[in-house]
């Protein structure tokens, strides 16, 4: 079993910048290859946002938040990072991570093995 711990979200204004953290915990938590970054806004679906491998050099990003949006891995601390700057109120959502244990196509949520549990950002104009 892994364990996904997100932290860092909260209630910020337009234009602001965010840090969001997710660690990997549990021991198993070796056999994770990729860790990837969605949201959920209220009435709406889960959006991939990005994702980074473990050891590799390979990110993904949505192109709504390419550019905006900045994904980082620090291994030896089996922690994703995901760097928000310029936010808006329509990033308003819950933001979860999750660990897919093989390549794949990281934009798929069903790729993913395990979740945390979220955390919310809220934007207020």
């Known amino acids: 079993q892994v364990q996904l711990a997100e932290s860092g979200g909260g209630l910020v204004q337009t234009g602001s910048s965010l840090r969001l953290s997710c660690a990997a915990e549990?021991?198993?938590?070796?056999?994770?290859?990729?860790l990837g970054w969605f949201r959920q806004a209220p009435g709406k679906e889960r959006e991939f946002l990005a994702a980074?491998?473990?050891?590799?050099?390979?990110?993904d990003y949505s192109d709504s938040v390419k550019g905006r949006f900045s994904i980082s891995i620090n291994s030896a601390k089996d922690t994703v990072y995901l760097q928000m700057n310029n936010l808006t109120p329509e990033d308003t959502a819950i933001y979860s991570c999750?660990?897919?244990?093989?390549?794949?196509?990281?934009?798929?949520?069903?790729?993913?093995?395990?979740w945390g549990q979220g955390t919310q950002v809220t934007v207020s104009s």
């Open positions: 549990g021991r198993t938590r070796f056999s994770v290859f990729a």
């Open positions: 999750g660990a897919a244990l093989r390549p794949s196509d990281y934009f798929k949520a069903e790729e993913y093995a395990y």
């Open positions: 980074i491998e473990r050891f590799g050099s390979r990110a």
